[in-house]
């Protein structure tokens, strides 16, 4: 890439107003990558834009965007070449075995590629700037209650591990599931001093390896949108295996949906699931983090069997 198309510098001047308005200088990084995955492209109309600029907040905004691309320069172009690499996309998948053929060599490759930037590319490749997303993520855990040295919790989708380590001293148990060989292997080895921490490779189709009301949280923190780029069938197996293996009052937390940009249908989905498999809604798509953009779902199973 040697220019930016017309549509990329619209899109990236849309994500800088964003960000100005009232953005994290990470968040911004990633979408203009996202937008335009040519490093030097990118700072190019970024100093652009500041230049233009006559407003002193917009110029310093844009300041630190600057600054913080520079300062992660080999993440961020580890970042455009993956993206340039078009390993990842958004199209819906034909099959769940597609699908789930489609994550495993995803996530295989992205490991490789960087661990912390395999899990969030907001991290732009530095264990500081996702240690520092995580967290806020078990902060917001902590504040609705969802943690507990009682409690056994269950991550679908648990990649390099980093949310098995940060809640381990906070959980009785903290098991996490992968359809990836290459993530297992990247967080057995992260959590490998973890007594309560269990990592298994998943066949990315149920949770079958546990038992019926043996959990009381199980969350996923950015993998159900790529169960609903597998198709629904998909979902709805994993809602009703989440309320399987809930004990009762036990919670499912969703971060992050889906990845099509529609806030609004996502809530209807999430709400009709709940109904279907027995869950309240605690809360349903609102953003509560300051350093990642990620929409939060709390779904909570009856106290009591609703048959009792």
């Not at 549509?7 to 800088?16: K, N, S, T």
């Not at 959990?215 to 309320?243: I, K, N």
Request: proline share 3%; glycine share 8%.
């Amino acid at each position: 890439m040697t220019t930016m198309t017309r549509a990329q510098w619209a899109d990236v001047r849309r994500i800088l107003s964003a960000y100005v308005r009232r953005g994290d200088p990470a968040i911004a990084a990633r979408d203009v990558l996202l937008a335009c995955p040519d490093v030097a492209i990118a700072q190019a109309a970024i100093g652009e834009a500041r230049e233009r600029s006559r407003s002193a907040t917009t110029r310093a905004a844009l300041g630190r965007l600057s600054r913080l691309m520079r300062a992660h320069a080999a993440g961020c172009e580890r970042i455009a070449r993956m993206l340039r690499a078009e390993v990842d996309h958004d199209r819906p998948l034909p099959s769940v075995d597609e699908g789930i053929a489609f994550c495993r060599k995803l996530f295989d490759w992205s490991v490789r590629q960087n661990p912390e930037s395999s899990v969030a590319l907001c991290s732009l490749g530095s264990p500081r700037l996702l240690a520092r997303v995580t967290h806020e993520i078990v902060a917001a855990f902590a504040q609705w209650g969802v943690l507990g040295r009682d409690r056994d919790t269950l991550e679908i989708g648990c990649g390099i591990g980093r949310m098995q380590v940060a809640l381990s001293g906070r959980v009785r148990s903290a098991h996490g599931i992968d359809l990836s060989a290459g993530m297992v292997r990247a967080a057995r080895k992260r959590c490998a001093h973890l007594g309560n921490v269990h990592i298994q490779t998943t066949s990315g189709r149920d949770l079958a390896r546990y038992a019926d009301r043996s959990l009381d949280l199980v969350y996923a923190v950015d993998s159900f949108p790529y169960l609903v780029q597998s198709g629904m069938a998909l979902v709805e197996t994993h809602l009703r295996e989440a309320a399987r293996v809930l004990r009762p009052g036990g919670d499912l937390v969703i971060l992050n949906f889906s990845y099509r940009s529609d806030a609004a249908k996502d809530r209807r989905i999430v709400r009709a699931l709940a109904k279907r498999h027995g869950f309240a809604v605690v809360r349903c798509g609102d953003k509560p983090f300051a350093h990642w953009d990620g929409e939060a779902f709390h779904l909570r199973k009856a106290a009591r069997p609703l048959n009792d």
